[in-house]
Every structure is written in structure tokens, then in C-alpha cells.
């Protein structure tokens, strides 16, 4: 079981730029979660997705995105990248979406010049 | 609006020394309480979780207390080991069960 994946580990973007993250979620989970990790703090709940919609959301502009497929997989997406948006973005998959246990991909590091 | 803090944020101990790290929470009203530990650049690995109706959890040398009444968490690592080094981070999910609130974490140095 490969766990949770994410793509590209790292990825370096210009102010202004747009930006799309990929996440596969653990085999047999269903519901996924992105978080944004500023530098020396902690993860902050951007949206869940389950069955193909968004099912919650946290304090994030519309800038933020995001989709999932038929396969469960989910891509987040940034429009008008502001330096701010520099962060570890973090996918969590859970079996369902009040699942207590969600496990985390390892992240991909944004950073926005 | 619940709020996480964690004190301190950062902890530096020699090898073999027990330790306490604190996190406090603003709303009682809270589903269940989780600290996770998270390796520099890494993703976050659960280590304990505790119910709301739970005083404490414990796993290997990990114990986990909850006073929610107080607001308040506490995870007591014994005999520590320089494996042990990374941050450590307490998260609460909202009594509706929905969102997950993390606090800023403790960054624990464990000196060999």
C-alpha cells in the first residue's frame, strides 16, 4: 500500500502564476482534505472532497480550487499566486468524511518569488 | 472561534529526560483531541487520539491527557530519545465533527 501521494514534492511559481497540486489517497479512501502549512506553524484546513464535491471549506479565497475524479484522486488549485500563498501544502484521505483517522501525504512545498 | 496554542514552541532536553508538552484550546465543545508528530519537510503521523469522553490515551512511551473542562492537553513522553526530535502538533475537531484545528506545534529537540 503506497500510503497517500502527492505531486510535485517541490515547486517554485511567480506571483501572479496559477498552480495545480496532485494528490492520491491511500487505497480504500474514498474523501480527501488539503491543508496549508505556513513556515513554523500549523496546518490550516483549506476544502474536503468527497464523491466528486466540495463538502466543506475553510477561510480561503476563491483562488483556492479544487476537484476530485471518479478514482478518488484530487488536484487543488491556485490562481494569482500572491507571495502569501509560499506554504507546505498537505493532503490528508480519510475512508469517509467524519472519519476520525486521516493520514497525510508527505506535502508539496510551494514557494512563490 | 476555536483557537490552539501550543507552549512551548520549541524544547530543547538531554537524552533520557521525561517531558511534557502543553496545548490549550479555547472551546470545550470539542469532538476529539489528536496530537500528531511531524519530521522536517515531512507530512504528519498520528500518534495518539482521544475522545471527548477519554481522560487519557497511551502508546509505547506516549501518554496522552485531556481535562476539557479546562481546555486543556497534555502529551508526557517518557525516557526520551534523540529519535524522538521533530514537532509535535495537537489538533482538535469541532464538536459538529467536521473541521480539524491544528495549534502551531512544539519543536522538540532531544539532545544525545
Known amino acids: 500500500d503506497a500510503g497517500v501521494t502527492q505531486s510535485p514534492t517541490h515547486l517554485i511559481k511567480t506571483r501572479g502564476q496559477q498552480v495545480t497540486l496532485r494528490c492520491s489517497p491511500k487505497s480504500g479512501h474514498d474523501t480527501v482534505s488539503w491543508y496549508q502549512q505556513a513556515l513554523g506553524q500549523g496546518p490550516q484546513f483549506i476544502f474536503q472532497y468527497y464523491e466528486e464535491e466540495e463538502r466543506q471549506r475553510g477561510n480561503f479565497p476563491d483562488r483556492f480550487s479544487g476537484h476530485q475524479f471518479p478514482n478518488y484522486s484530487s488536484e487543488l488549485n491556485v490562481n494569482a499566486l500572491l507571495l502569501g500563498d509560499s506554504a507546505l501544502y498537505l493532503c490528508?484521505?480519510?475512508?469517509?468524511?467524519?472519519?476520525?483517522?486521516?493520514?497525510f501525504g508527505p506535502g508539496t512545498r510551494l514557494l512563490v518569488l | 472561534k476555536q483557537e490552539v496554542t501550543q507552549i512551548p514552541a520549541a524544547l530543547s532536553v538531554p537524552e533520557g529526560e521525561n517531558l511534557v508538552l502543553n496545548c490549550s484550546f479555547t472551546?470545550?465543545?470539542?469532538?476529539?483531541l489528536q496530537w500528531f508528530r511531524q519530521d522536517p519537510g515531512k507530512g504528519l503521523t498520528s500518534l495518539l487520539l482521544i475522545q471527548s469522553s477519554q481522560r487519557e490515551q497511551t502508546s509505547g512511551r506516549l501518554n496522552a491527557s485531556l481535562d476539557k473542562s479546562s481546555g486543556r492537553s497534555t502529551l508526557y513522553i517518557a525516557a526520551s530519545q534523540p529519535g524522538d526530535s521533530a514537532t509535535y502538533l495537537c489538533a482538535v475537531r469541532d464538536s459538529s465533527a467536521s473541521k480539524i484545528i491544528f495549534g502551531s506545534g512544539t519543536r522538540l529537540s532531544i539532545r544525545p
Open positions: 490528508a484521505s480519510s475512508e469517509q468524511p467524519g472519519s476520525e483517522t486521516q493520514y
Open positions: 472551546d470545550s465543545a470539542i469532538y476529539n
